[in-house]
T-cell receptor
């Protein structure tokens, strides 16, 4: 079973700061997902990646397969970015995802 | 497109009662799944389906049943509710294999068992 660790568990930053959230996993994967969960509960898929880097607006996700590590970056952070960010990994030939416990991000105006 | 629709949003049950959580999607996704979310823990897979007529167990299947008679619907049945099943339940769908398709989540069902 893949183990997924996220860091930090909680992060508070000022508006405008550059944010980095980390995800490490223990076993080789087929894909890694980054999800966002706002207060009130809805979960939205931000990225799915298996190599390299993806960018969407102010969000950037990177993955290093050799180091079994992924990062989610937020540039020019805004209070509306306040949410829980969740990393999940999938293994080859397996339809089951393993989820991290999430990073709670709070952006202060 | 409604996407993924879960009902109800909230439910309170007494121990021993049964109920069905509904999940419907209008995106023609093959993959459907149920997760539970508990404080301090990652989402845990209960059951999943890779297509109509096909279901399989996830990480925490005990106490739950599923069926997939159509592509659109994937109900989750609690057979005899227990306080340990108090949780927030999410249905998620994907167009194909999880290594090449993002997930689409419903808005969740908050279940309390007393």
């Amino acid at each position: 079973k893949n183990e997924v660790e996220q860091s930090p568990q909680n992060l508070t930053a000022q508006e405008g700061e550059f944010i980095t959230i980390n995800c490490s996993y223990s076993v080789g994967i087929s894909a890694l997902h980054w999800l966002q969960q706002h207060p009130g509960g809805g979960i939205v898929s931000l990225f799915m990646l298996s190599s390299g880097k993806k960018k969407h607006g102010r969000l950037i996700a990177t993955i290093n397969i050799q180091e079994k590590h992924s990062s989610l970056h937020i540039t020019a952070s805004h209070p509306r970015d306040s949410a829980v960010y969740i990393c999940a990994v999938g293994n080859f030939g397996n339809e089951k995802l393993t989820f991290g416990t999430g990073t709670r991000l709070t952006i202060i105006p | 497109n409604a996407g993924v629709t879960q009902t109800p949003k909230f439910q309170v049950l007494k121990t021993g009662q049964s109920m069905t959580l509904q999940c419907a999607q209008d995106m023609n996704h093959e993959y459907m799944s149920w997760y539970r979310q508990d404080p301090g823990m990652g989402l845990r897979l209960i059951h999943y389906s890779v297509g109509a007529g096909i279901t399989d167990q996830g990480e925490v299947p005990n106490g739950y049943n599923v069926s997939r008679s159509t592509t659109e619907d994937f109900p989750l049945r609690l057979l005899s509710a227990a306080p340990s099943q108090t949780s927030v339940y999410f249905c998620a769908t994907g167009i194909g294999k999880l290594y090449n398709s993002p997930l689409h989540f419903g808005n969740g069902t908050r279940l309390t068992v007393t």
